[in-house]
């Protein structure tokens, strides 16, 4: 990394011999004979290590620039604003493989050329390319959901003792649970980037409805895309794993956390359809996919509580949540994210970055705490508080699951 005291070697293995290394699809197994020779490449190359003290970093699934959360994990990196986390390697099979020469794949590759020799970075396109590590090594995995039992596997036998998975985890709760009890045979930790658990916004309404008994809490989510078919049918397409199991996780995270939600403890859930929207559109594939572009709807568990959520693709950059009296419904708090303490940083990013995705901006800080505290507990084994772990993550995904049926049937 940059102001280490090592040699700096560069190798791009994907242009070496490139008719030998070039890959069909994304996250495709190589032949034995091309894997060994790459393997050798690499090994035998001096990469600047994580210091002492830091984990070293494997993103696995870094997406387009501008556009994958993977990326902007990976700028947040760079720019050196989680102390406890090295960048050393990116790993990404499509854009260096059989996207390379997608638009995405033509602007994967100029960022590539501009960040791997300042930043001491080695891109590849598959786990069983790294050499074994140096620093306590943790896998930051942002790739497709589908893919994520398998590189969780290769993740543990690459020599991770810790795993930041993106949400939800996997596609369906029967991989998810797995995938928890791959890890813990192993003794590899797994943690989760719901980010939203440690988020300024979410803690300011808890302390405010602490204070009001009888109160209703609703979180309220935002994404700025633009309210076309277009827009939208590219948008259902890349997440298709559905809303709830997509945008709205985080929101489902915090019932989970702290409101004491779970499928055995939902009374009820009741959508409100003068809010919410549901589509079928087209994506870019031609395929047609049904989704919420916007979601409102409120939970009543058996233990007395109620929460609200609710999710609008086209809503805008801010995210914020709001109590309200519990017998008149009068509005008693607001708090946004960001605020207006965070604004100013906001606007900066914005320049800095302006055609990258708005919702980065505003959880910036956030996707640093998170990232801060896995790095720092997989280093020298510090508590990641408030991060949730892949058991949250399980309970979460069954809510998704418990919910996302019953509430496409409440909207025909």
Same mark, same amino acid.
């Given at each position: 990394q940059v102001g280490h005291n090592f040699p700096s070697f560069h190798i791009h293995v994907t242009n070496l011999y490139?008719?030998?290394?070039?890959?069909?699809?994304?996250?495709v197994t190589k032949r034995p004979v091309q894997n060994a020779v790459r393997r050798a490449l690499l090994h035998?190359?001096?990469?600047?290590?994580?210091?002492?003290?830091?984990?070293?970093?494997?993103?696995? #699934?870094?997406?387009?620039?501008?556009? *994958?959360? #993977?990326?902007?994990h990976a700028v947040q990196m760079i720019e050196k604003r989680c102390p406890s986390a090295s960048l050393d390697f990116v790993v990404e099979p499509w854009f260096l493989g059989g996207g390379?020469?997608?638009? *995405?794949?033509?602007?994967?590759?100029?960022?590539?050329?501009?960040?791997?020799?300042?930043?001491?970075?080695?891109?590849?396109?598959?786990?069983?390319?790294? $050499?074994? $590590?140096?620093?306590?090594?943790?896998?930051?995995?942002? #790739?497709?959901?589908?893919?994520?039992?398998?590189?969780?596997?290769?993740?543990?036998?690459?020599?991770?003792?810790?795993?930041?998975?993106?949400?939800?985890g996997a596609p369906t709760v029967t991989e998810l649970e797995a995938m928890a009890a791959e890890a813990k045979a192993a003794g590899v930790e797994v943690l989760m980037g719901y980010n939203k658990n440690v988020c300024k916004y979410v803690t300011k309404t808890r302390e405010f409805a602490a204070t009001v008994p009888g109160?209703?809490?609703?979180?309220?989510?935002?994404?700025?895309y633009e309210n076309t078919p277009e827009s939208l049918g590219e948008c259902f397409e890349r997440n298709a794993e559905g809303m709830l199991k997509n945008m709205a996780i985080h929101e489902l995270a915090l019932l989970v956390s702290f409101y004491d939600v779970s499928v055995d403890n939902i009374?009820?859930?009741?959508?409100?359809?003068?809010?919410?929207?549901?589509?079928?559109?087209?994506?870019?594939?031609?395929?047609?996919?049904?989704?919420?572009?916007?979601?409102?709807?409120?939970?009543?568990?058996?233990? #007395?509580?109620?929460?609200?959520?609710?999710?609008d693709r086209c809503g805008g950059t801010d995210s914020y949540a709001t109590?309200?009296?519990?017998?008149?419904?009068?509005?008693?708090?607001?708090?946004?994210?960001?605020?207006?303490?965070?604004?100013?940083?906001?606007?900066?990013?914005?320049?800095q970055y302006p055609d990258a995705m708005p919702y980065f901006f505003t959880q910036?800080?956030?996707?640093?705490t998170v990232k801060e505290r896995v790095a720092k507990f997989c280093a020298d084994g510090s508590e990641a508080t408030g991060v949730a772990t892949i058991d949250i993550a399980v309970e979460t995904l069954k809510v998704a699951e418990y919910l996302t049926p019953s509430l496409m049937e409440q909207l025909k």
């Amino acid at each position: 990394q940059v102001g280490h005291n090592f040699p700096s070697f560069h190798i791009h293995v994907t242009n070496l011999y490139p008719s030998m290394f070039s890959s069909a699809s994304a996250f495709v197994t190589k032949r034995p004979v091309q894997n060994a020779v790459r393997r050798a490449l690499l090994h035998s190359t001096a990469i600047a290590p994580a210091s002492k003290g830091q984990a070293e970093v494997v993103l696995v #699934g870094c997406g387009m620039p501008n556009r *994958g959360m #993977g990326w902007y994990h990976a700028v947040q990196m760079i720019e050196k604003r989680c102390p406890s986390a090295s960048l050393d390697f990116v790993v990404e099979p499509w854009f260096l493989g059989g996207g390379k020469d997608t638009p *995405g794949g033509k602007d994967f590759a100029a960022w590539q050329k501009e960040v791997e020799g300042p930043a001491n970075i080695l891109f590849t396109t598959s786990l069983t390319d790294l $050499p074994a $590590p140096v620093e306590p090594r943790v896998a930051l995995i942002s #790739g497709r959901t589908a893919d994520n039992p398998r590189l969780l596997t290769e993740s543990i036998a690459g020599g991770c003792k810790t795993i930041y998975l993106e949400k939800p985890g996997a596609p369906t709760v029967t991989e998810l649970e797995a995938m928890a009890a791959e890890a813990k045979a192993a003794g590899v930790e797994v943690l989760m980037g719901y980010n939203k658990n440690v988020c300024k916004y979410v803690t300011k309404t808890r302390e405010f409805a602490a204070t009001v008994p009888g109160s209703h809490t609703t979180f309220v989510s935002n994404n700025a895309y633009e309210n076309t078919p277009e827009s939208l049918g590219e948008c259902f397409e890349r997440n298709a794993e559905g809303m709830l199991k997509n945008m709205a996780i985080h929101e489902l995270a915090l019932l989970v956390s702290f409101y004491d939600v779970s499928v055995d403890n939902i009374e009820s859930v009741t959508a409100d359809k003068e809010f919410s929207s549901m589509q079928t559109l087209p994506g870019p594939s031609g395929k047609e996919f049904t989704d919420f572009d916007k979601i409102k709807f409120t939970i009543k568990t058996k233990t #007395g509580k109620s929460v609200s959520v609710a999710a609008d693709r086209c809503g805008g950059t801010d995210s914020y949540a709001t109590v309200q009296d519990g017998s008149s419904d009068e509005e008693l708090f607001r708090y946004y994210m960001p605020d207006e303490e965070d604004k100013a940083e906001v606007d900066a990013l914005m320049a800095q970055y302006p055609d990258a995705m708005p919702y980065f901006f505003t959880q910036d800080k956030d996707y640093i705490t998170v990232k801060e505290r896995v790095a720092k507990f997989c280093a020298d084994g510090s508590e990641a508080t408030g991060v949730a772990t892949i058991d949250i993550a399980v309970e979460t995904l069954k809510v998704a699951e418990y919910l996302t049926p019953s509430l496409m049937e409440q909207l025909k």
